[in-house]
């Protein structure tokens, strides 16, 4: 039998770092040939991740500019990737998630008639404002991929309620796991010198690690958010927070104001996958509104505040894994404090079951795609 050629494609640091442990177990099957193509939809972010896991993309279409639109980012990525595709020849398109690159080179692949297998499928809100575009890329994603990679039960009845038929789908477990082999390690050594400075103090503190820059966010919810853990810092003088700051600047106009002066409080530029998975390892607690830390950090036994009204990951509600903080003042600030004087919360939440699965997600999409071929 030939080799079935698949070419992943992607475009975000996110992205990059779930599927790139799948690209690996890919490149080791005889029955793969693997090729890789990123739009750079983030380009400085998305280079430290391919760096960090030896990966060389095929075709790099390098597409990102200053303060770019939604609507440039899909003219871009949808006529890059699809002369990339009128090339390669590809049996199967392997795309990612809910970003635009996603939904683009989603559409670019049924232009060119080629099969899309869409990793981490079936999340749903089903409120197309939230998160903004995200909800709607995966839906149009679903629509246009023809093998479904969900991570949950919940994601594959999401599916099978859209009249998808079940047996596209397979259900994994999430990629975000896989990662964490590569890159926790005991007695990590920070590359950052502020943080490094933070945990070779021998003072008795406790971290917060931060992460808030979706676009529904920005404006008067993430001042909310700033305002609050300002409160948070100031009440509880052994809490320090290291939050890594977004290069949006729609992002940092915002927080740097707010946060910039505020003691304990470290504002650092946007970490690589290894430096934010230890951080977040060896933390306290963490903030975010990101999708993926709600499924990597409760593997590493930390609560998870989620800065957001609505998450796309209710099992990780419902097993008790991450808590929903909403973006209003008071509301992050009273879900900071509860966890922090409230250690019976803190205990459950930080050894509850992580839903997302057990680190082998990547072995399991490549005997699907074995299977379907």
Do not use: W
């Not at 793969?32 to 279409?61: C, K, N, S, W």
């Not at 920005?218 to 909310?224: A, N, R, S, V």
């Not at 800065?307 to 796309?312: A, D, G, H, Q, S």
């Amino acid at each position: 039998m030939s080799k079935i050629r698949v070419i992943a494609v992607f475009g975000t640091r996110p992205e990059a770092s779930k599927m790139a442990p799948l690209i690996r177990v890919l490149q080791k099957s005889p029955d793969i040939e693997a090729l890789v193509a990123v739009t750079a939809q983030h380009r400085q972010m998305l280079d430290q991740t391919l760096q960090l896991f030896g990966i060389t993309p095929d075709y790099d279409l390098d597409i990102m500019k200053p303060r770019q639109t939604l609507a440039g980012i899909t003219s871009l990525a949808l006529n890059g990737v699809s002369e990339c595709l009128k090339e390669a020849k590809p049996d199967l398109v392997l795309v990612h998630g809910d970003t635009t690159t996603t939904f683009a080179a989603s559409l670019a692949a049924f232009y060119n008639g080629a099969k899309l297998g869409h990793v981490e499928a079936g999340l749903r809100t089903y409120d197309k404002a939230q998160p903004f575009p995200e909800e709607m890329n995966r839906k149009l994603t679903s629509a246009l991929a023809d093998l479904h990679f969900a991570p949950t039960r919940q994601a594959k009845e999401n599916l099978i309620k859209e009249n998808i038929s079940e047996q596209t789908i397979y259900i994994t477990g999430n990629t975000a796991i896989d990662c964490l082999k590569y890159t926790l390690e005991d007695g990590y050594e920070f590359k950052t010198p502020e943080i490094k400075a933070l945990f070779d103090d021998p003072e008795k503190k406790r971290v917060i690690a931060m992460t808030a820059h979706r676009r529904e966010n920005l404006g008067k919810p993430l001042e909310d958010i700033c305002l609050a853990i300002k409160r948070i810092v100031l009440e509880f003088p052994d809490v320090h927070l290291v939050y890594a700051v977004h290069l949006n600047p729609a992002v940092r106009d915002t927080v740097f104001p707010i946060l910039g002066e505020t003691p304990r409080v470290h504002l650092v530029d946007p970490l690589d996958v290894k430096e934010m998975h230890n951080l977040m390892n060896q933390s306290y607690m963490v903030l975010t509104d990101s999708g993926g830390l709600q499924e990597e950090v409760p593997s590493m036994g930390k609560p998870v505040l989620v800065l957001r009204n609505v998450t796309e990951r209710p099992e990780a509600v419902e097993s008790g894994t991450v808590a929903l903080a909403g973006v209003k003042e008071e509301g992050v600030y009273s879900s900071c404090k509860e966890l922090l004087t409230n250690q019976s919360l803190y205990s459950k939440m930080a050894q509850a079951k992580n839903p997302f699965g057990d680190g082998y997600a990547s072995e399991r999409i490549l005997e699907a795609i074995l299977q379907h071929f």
